[in-house]
């Protein structure tokens, strides 16, 4: 396995996550970003029941950004709006995540080929980027405050970062739509520091790295493809009844 090195990406800790707001992001967007905080930080639990003058007394944010936020958010799967039951945060239950690591592993096969030949240095620093910042919060430091929610952030942005060195931008869009998901799955699954599973989920990610650098198309498809495999067996397991 090639060995990664940590190069910075000059990105704040919110744009490598993908996240906004940013200086000149809109008041939807910080609305947006606000109510997926309450979903991650499990403010807001899956199944439960909220509502736009709920979150604009909650946030203290106006009505017209949390509306728009909420829409938002329901095309993209998060919320369910249905006119007798109101708005609920969306559940992911077994055949839910089955559904999406199908999809996932497909684009991710998708991207591997174009991705080894279309990379380039930026993409590979912030590549090193992610990879230090999930060592830093899973293993040097996993028990520090908020070291879960961001651990979650960079193994979502890392993923996608992978399939952003194709630089095909609908293949981009619909994996980072499918990412947001995982993210939220993730973070609800999240169990706590355990050590020798962030030890492989870390070497995984290293192999991940490392193929993409080298510029090996198999080697990516499969060191994603066994890394996908070994996620879902974690997240399934947590999903099942007990």
């Keep these: 396995m090639v060995s990664i090195v940590n190069e910075p ?3 704040t800790d919110a744009q490598e996550a993908g996240r906004v707001p940013t200086a000149s992001g809109s008041a939807t967007d910080f609305a947006y970003s606000r109510i997926l905080d309450l979903i991650l930080s499990r403010d807001l639990r899956p199944g439960e029941r909220t509502s736009v003058n709920l979150l604009v007394a909650r946030l203290k944010l106006g009505r017209a950004p949390i509306r728009e936020a909420i829409s938002r958010l329901h095309a993209e799967g998060v919320l369910i709006i249905k006119k007798q039951s109101g708005t609920t945060v969306a559940a992911v239950d ?3 995540a089955i559904h999406l690591f199908a999809l996932r592993g497909a684009l991710e096969d998708l991207a ?7 990379a380039t240095k930026d993409d590979f620093a912030r590549v090193k980027f992610l990879l230090a910042e999930m060592k830093e919060t899973s293993i040097t430091a996993p028990r520090d405050r908020g070291a879960g929610a961001r651990f979650v952030k960079a193994n979502s942005a890392f993923h996608a970062a992978i399939v952003a060195s194709a630089h095909n931008p609908y293949l981009d869009q619909a994996y980072s739509r499918l990412q947001l998901q995982f993210q939220i799955v993730s973070y609800l699954s999240y169990r706590g520091y355990d050590p020798v599973a962030a030890a492989l989920r870390q070497a995984e990610h290293e192999e991940i790295g490392a193929a993409l650098i080298a510029r090996n198309a198999l080697h990516l498809r499969d060191s994603q493809r066994n890394h996908s495999a070994s996620t879902e067996r974690s997240l399934l397991h947590y999903l099942s009844p007990p």
């Design 9 to 11: 990406s000059g990105l």
């Design 94 to 96: 077994g055949t839910g």
């Design 112 to 118: 591997a080929k174009t991705a080894v030949e279309n």
